[in-house]
């Protein structure tokens, strides 16, 4: 590498220091040096690239007058590119990279101005790869954005000046194929560089030269017809007028005289596009017209030069070809494409009466000889329906019905084809507006026996039943169309091209229902949309749909059937709330806005079942879940709170009233949902206080209720929270001791503590309730006394009598007010429990007792006098017997 950079630089000093005679030699072996290396091996020394620039400007110089040759100052561009590239870095600059597509484009320019094609394209590629680094560099380049655009847009200029000397060196080496592969990517760069255009079209008109003096007539045609079509690209910046006419003369002179060498189809085409271009007169295009037909060219070739006139606004010479080639043809099969073309254009220029005939002639021929091939049937289908589709579109249904009815009569009777179906349900569409039945009836038919499994048949069918008012039929129409929008996809040709066709179809059904005032029907339909459309948002439109109908129905019910009502509408909520929870293609706000409106709905219903406790659970469940789906502020808590409280306490009262192998199952429910609303709760909690509210009240005797029935010993720690709540209400006290010994909960110490604790704070009040102490004490007593032998115990009776002082207090606070019936009650047992005592030879205990139920005769009022007399006898004699139990107990120890 030493040695080869300073051969270089030795040769590049001799030739800068030579006289004008002297170039040739040094400039061969200059060439000679560089031309062997092998891909331009990467020899970073800057003594090279200032040989390469000295180089570059030296042949720049010498460009001037004859001082070298085009061959000569080649290969010193040559030689200074190639340095160039052997000194890139391994990271050229932007720089770098501009020197190196500068050098090599006009290197490879140079080489092919030589003819030599060959060198030319070893540097062409060169410069694109170059070009293709700079377009990354400035790509990935993050400032200057204008600056970068406008950098872009030179790169794209010098790519196709590049590319299309690539076309040119490619042609030179009579490979057209490559040619027309970098003229096509030239072409499409065209969309950006539109004064590029004309630039373009001389070059493809210069190939059309070349390939013409080759006698590459086929090629030639080929270039030329480019250069016209780019020329029409962009006409602002095509070839001027000057120029245009020039060369339009030019190419006409060209094709013809291609023409007259070797004849060919697209050489003709060529001239008459040409002549078009020209602006020729009628008479001069007539010729070429004549031309072709006397050529031979094939009936594609002559239509297509009959769009071409058309295109041109050569109307009249349009028709008047095509009559000819109608003639020319006549016995060809192929000549029904003509007599399409010939309608379709009378229709594109609005002669619909003229069509018309022609239509019917072609329906004549076509049954009399003159059978049209399945290709141009299928095309005049397509003409026919959308002719009539656009008189549909317009509310035209009788001019509609026309074009179908022309479409029509190429069908044969009883023929069976899916096609056939469609048609007659387009007819069958026309004769409902129409106010046709009966022939929209037949027509709906007979779509019925070509192919009554599709969607759009059974759909047909039920605008016919809905008209007819033929609810049963509509019915089985929607619940046909329901089923066969779930079958998949048969084949290409199916008339379910849209995914969502037959939800759409049958939200449609739906909509004409209720038109016609058939609710029944319409709810039939969206309960099929909703069943098959996976779309979520279409689905939640017709179940919001769905509710309002039923609402709308419910306030007009009587009791019975408004609760039918009620649950019809809970299989609509959980299809909503399913729909909602579903990830879709849904915004969070469209989610959000949804939810909310089911949930509202949900509230309100449950609201309305105060006489169904499953109902009620249900409705107010779903309202918690849905509101889950939106934004969680205090408010939407506030409902999922009370939705939660409602929820469990119906999940209570339907275990009171259920059987008992399904009460475990309503307790553990309810206790789910106590578990979650206390989580609500707490976080309620933590936002802001709440000094009135009930919350933690409830749901710890809704806790109690179904722990103490499901004999969960986690109860007494729910006791201990209620005792824990400030200002507990005895109320509450009462209810959790009344539950504690309701069946099938048997906590009896549990009970008489929650009423200890009730007597306690009643007595604490400032007017004390004497009732509600007077029952406390009642039952504790109740609780406490023993019923047998094995229950008599010393504690349990002091107990007890502790009980009975309470009661006397109470009795001595106000005995007017204190019923005489507990009175006597309270006197009973303690005269029994005295009794029990005696019988057990426990004296003395059995004295207190009796003794303690005589305190209670005073207190009595209407039945003093008698109890006082029976008692007082019974008291005395029981003191007799205890006196001699006594003395017979000593005689005995």
């Not at 339909?525 to 909703?530: D, I, K, P, Q, R």
């Not at 039952?779 to 006397?808: D, F, M, Q, R």
């Amino acid at each position: 590498m030493e040695r080869f950079v300073t051969t270089v630089k030795c040769l590049t000093e001799n030739l800068l220091q030579k006289q004008s005679t002297d170039y040739d030699e040094v400039i061969e072996k200059l060439f000679s040096e560089v031309s062997g290396l092998e891909d331009f091996p990467k020899i970073p020394d800057p003594q090279l690239e200032e040989c390469a620039i000295q180089l570059w400007n030296w042949a720049v110089t010498k460009n001037v007058g004859t001082a070298i040759s085009k061959n000569q100052k080649a290969k010193v561009r040559h030689v200074a590119c190639s340095l160039m590239y052997c000194c890139e870095p391994d990271n050229p600059t932007e720089g770098n990279s501009r020197k190196q597509i500068l050098m090599a484009s006009k290197t490879g320019r140079t080489w092919l101005d030589c003819k030599n094609p060959q060198m030319a394209d070893i540097i062409l590629r060169l410069a694109v790869k170059s070009l293709e680094t700079l377009y990354s560099q400035l790509t990935n380049r993050a400032d200057g954005a204008a600056d970068i655009t406008s950098s872009k847009g030179d790169v794209e200029k010098d790519l196709l000046r590049i590319l299309s000397c690539q076309a040119e060196s490619a042609l030179s080496q009579g490979n057209n194929h490559d040619a027309v592969i970098y003229m096509q990517r030239c072409r499409d760069m065209l969309q950006r560089l539109p004064k590029d255009t004309g630039y373009l079209s001389l070059m493809c008109y210069n190939f059309g030269i070349d390939t013409y003096n080759l006698r590459q007539f086929e090629d030639s045609a080929f270039w030329l017809s480019q250069s016209y079509d780019i020329g029409k690209m962009n006409v602002r910046y095509a070839p001027g007028p000057d120029d245009c006419q020039r060369f339009q003369e030019k190419a006409l002179n060209a094709v013809s005289l291609a023409n007259k060498e070797c004849m060919s189809v697209s050489g003709l085409y060529l001239k008459i596009r040409i002549l078009l271009r020209c602006g020729a007169s009628d008479d001069r295009i007539r010729a070429g017209l004549n031309e072709m037909l006397e050529s031979e060219v094939s009936l594609e070739v002559c239509l297509s030069t009959v769009k071409l006139l058309v295109s041109e606004d050569r109307e009249v010479l349009a028709f008047e070809y095509l009559k000819r080639v109608c003639q020319r043809f006549e016995l060809s099969p192929d000549l029904g494409t003509a007599l399409i073309l010939h309608v379709e254009l009378l229709l594109q220029r609005g002669k619909e009466l003229l069509g018309k005939q022609k239509i019917e002639d072609i329906i004549t021929g076509h049954y009399t000889g003159k059978q049209l091939t399945p290709q141009a049937l299928t095309n005049l289908h397509v003409i026919l329906w959308d002719k009539a589709s656009k008189h549909f579109e317009a509310r035209n249904y009788s001019e509609a019905l026309q074009w179908y009815n022309y479409s029509l009569s190429f069908y044969k009777s009883g023929q069976m084809e899916p096609n056939l179906a469609k048609l007659q349900r387009n007819r069958a569409s026309c004769f409902l507006h129409l106010k046709q039945m009966e022939k929209a009836k037949e027509a709906v038919k007979e779509a019925e026996r070509c192919d009554p499994d599709n969607i759009f048949t059974q759909f047909s069918v039920y605008r016919i039943a809905v008209q007819e008012n033929n609810v049963k039929k509509a019915a089985e129409a929607v619940s046909a169309m329901g089923l066969l929008s779930k079958s998949p996809v048969a084949d290409e040709d199916t008339l379910l091209v849209a995914e969502n066709a037959a939800s759409n179809l049958l939200s449609l059904a739906a909509q004409i229902a209720l038109e016609n005032e058939q609710q029944e029907t319409a709810m039939r339909a969206l309960e099929s949309l909703c069943e098959t459309s996976k779309d979520e948002a279409q689905v939640l439109t017709a179940l919001r749909c769905l509710v309002r109908l039923v609402l709308t129905t419910t306030e007009k019910l009587s009791d019975e059937m408004r609760n039918v009502n009620l649950d019809v509408l809970l299989p609509y909520l959980k299809m909503a709330l399913q729909k909602v929870s579903h990830q879709s293609h849904m915004t969070v706000e469209q989610r959000t806005e949804e939810a909310n409106w089911f949930r509202k709905i949900a509230w309100n219903l449950a609201l309305q079942c105060e006489s169904n406790p499953e109902r009620m659970r249900d409705f107010f469940v779903l309202s918690y879940q849905l509101s889950q789906m939106c934004p969680p502020d205090r408010t939407l808590l506030m409902g999922q709170k009370t939705c939660l409280l409602m929820a469990a306490a119906a999940s209570l009262e339907l275990y009171r009233k259920s059987p008992y192998a399904a009460q475990t199952e309503k307790l553990t429910q309810a206790l789910e949902y106590i578990q979650i609303c206390w989580e609500v709760w707490k976080t309620l909690k933590a936002s802001g206080s709440f000094p009135k509210d009930p919350t933690d009240t409830l749901l710890l005797l809704y806790e109690f209720e179904a722990r103490a029935k499901l004999n969960d010993p986690k109860v007494e720690t729910v006791l201990e929270s209620v005792l824990e709540l400030e200002n507990v209400e005895t109320k509450v006290l009462e209810t959790i001791a009344a539950l504690a010994m309701e069946p099938p909960a048997h906590f009896p110490l549990l009970c008489k503590k929650a009423l200890r604790v009730a007597l306690s704070l009643n007595k604490k009040q400032p007017q004390a309730d004497l009732a509600r102490c007077s029952k406390c004490v009642h039952s504790l007593i109740k609780l406490s006394l023993p019923s047998g032998v094995s229950e008599v115990e010393a504690h349990v009776l002091e107990e007890v009598w502790e009980y009975y002082e309470e009661a006397l207090s109470i009795i001595a606070t106000a005995p007017d007010d204190f019923p005489e019936m507990e009175t006597l009650w309270l006197l009973t047992r303690a005269w029994n429990t005295g009794i029990l005592l005696y019988s057990l030879a426990q004296y003395p205990e059995a004295e207190k007792w009796c003794g303690l139920a005589m305190s209670f005769v005073r207190h009595l009022r209407y039945l003093q006098e008698s109890y006082e007399t029976r008692m007082s006898g019974l008291y005395s004699e029981i003191l007799d017997r205890l006196d001699k139990a006594k003395k017979n107990h000593i005689m005995e120890e």
